[in-house]
């Protein structure tokens, strides 16, 4: 009776019958490997432009810039600009945006997109009892004033890679764009 | 003789077999950057459109938008290297007022390593993705 190993060798000893397919399974599951790269660092780029394009959309929607009259800690009179951001139209116009990339997206899948306004903007106010500036947070309805709108994306990419050796057949990847509003003074306060 | 003589020179080293494994090879190492040109060639089209397209947002009318939007997408794709060049392009609006939503198309040419068949379209050398970005328009 053959044993395994000559079973599978040639008439010389060689034992081709056993490499070519091993090396052939080893060398598809690299092309595979090779092409999820491909696949997966195009489809996050898509991704990124479409989370950038929707931040930028976003900013547009300025109902309202004004400066408002500040002292600095010099004495000296400033003027710092706001621009008022209508929190409901820049999501709509972000949407508009998102909506028209998902054409290209064809194997992510965006699960959560997530606007948020800057939470730790300050401002100076000068305090007559103190005799200094206090910098004062601005209230939750007044940050949305600052003009800066992002957007935070969780898509999840699909992979051609199957379920082999615990590797998983999706990729999860996490977008953050942020984009400053561009505003005309209309008033000084 | 058997074919494992066959394939050795006199001396018995195993030249002719490594020259026939050679071949192969080299075809699988081009098909894999001929994917590797037509995925960039889809991230290039990809960052054009989106140049093209944050350009034409910002300007206050259509034949500017367009014109400066043709400008940056054909620099950017242009100076891309690996066998890309522009090859057409396209702006898409219902009415040039802001807020109004609008789109940028770039379609590039890839000229491939190898004849090969890209996402079956077929076997060709010259491959030509095309992709938008779209925008709300942003000129008063």
Redesign the interface.
């Known amino acids: 009776m053959h044993k395994m190993n000559d079973f599978m060798a040639?008439?010389?000893g060689?034992g081709l019958l056993v490499l070519f397919p091993v090396l052939a399974l080893l060398?598809m599951m690299m092309?595979a490997l090779?092409?999820n790269f491909?696949?997966w660092?195009?489809e996050k780029?898509?991704i990124q432009?479409m989370a950038?394009?929707a931040s930028?959309?976003g900013t547009?929607?300025i109902s309202k810039s004004y400066a408002i009259r500040e002292r600095t800690g010099h004495g000296l009179e400033d003027y710092h600009v706001y621009t008022e951001l209508n929190e409901a139209?820049a999501e709509n116009?972000s949407e508009?945006?998102i909506e028209?990339?998902k054409k290209?997206i064809k194997l992510a899948e965006v699960t959560q997109v997530d606007y948020n306004p800057v939470e730790n903007f300050t401002f100076p106010v000068w305090n007559s009892n103190t005799f200094r500036y206090d910098n004062r947070p601005l209230s939750t309805k007044k940050q949305l004033k600052n003009g800066n709108f992002s957007v935070y994306v969780k898509g999840r990419v699909k992979s051609i890679w199957p379920r082999l050796l615990g590797v998983k057949d999706e990729l999860e990847v996490e977008i953050y764009s942020q984009s400053a509003a561009?505003g005309t003074v209309t008033s000084v306060h | 003789m058997k074919f494992d003589d066959f394939l050795k020179d006199e001396d018995g080293n195993s030249t002719v077999s490594l020259v026939i494994c050679i071949i192969p090879m080299v075809f699988i190492f081009a098909l894999i950057i001929s994917y590797g040109q037509a995925f960039y060639g889809v991230q290039v089209a990809a960052n054009a459109s989106a140049s093209g397209a944050r350009a034409a947002a910002v300007n206050g009318n259509a034949s500017s938008a367009y014109s400066s939007a043709n400008q940056i997408a054909q620099n950017y794709v242009n100076g891309a290297g690996m066998g890309i060049t522009f090859q057409s392009d396209n702006l898409e609006y219902s009415t040039w007022k802001r807020k109004e939503y609008m789109e940028y198309y770039v379609t590039v040419n890839v000229r491939t390593a190898m004849p090969m068949n890209p996402f079956a379209s077929g076997i060709k050398e010259s491959y030509s993705p095309t992709r938008s970005c779209p925008a709300i328009i942003e000129g008063e």
Do not use: C, K, W
Request: hydrophobic share 40%.
């Open positions: 040639d008439e010389t060689d060398g092309f090779m092409m491909m696949i660092n195009t780029n898509g432009i950038d394009s930028r959309a547009v929607a139209e116009l508009q945006v028209g990339y290209h561009r």
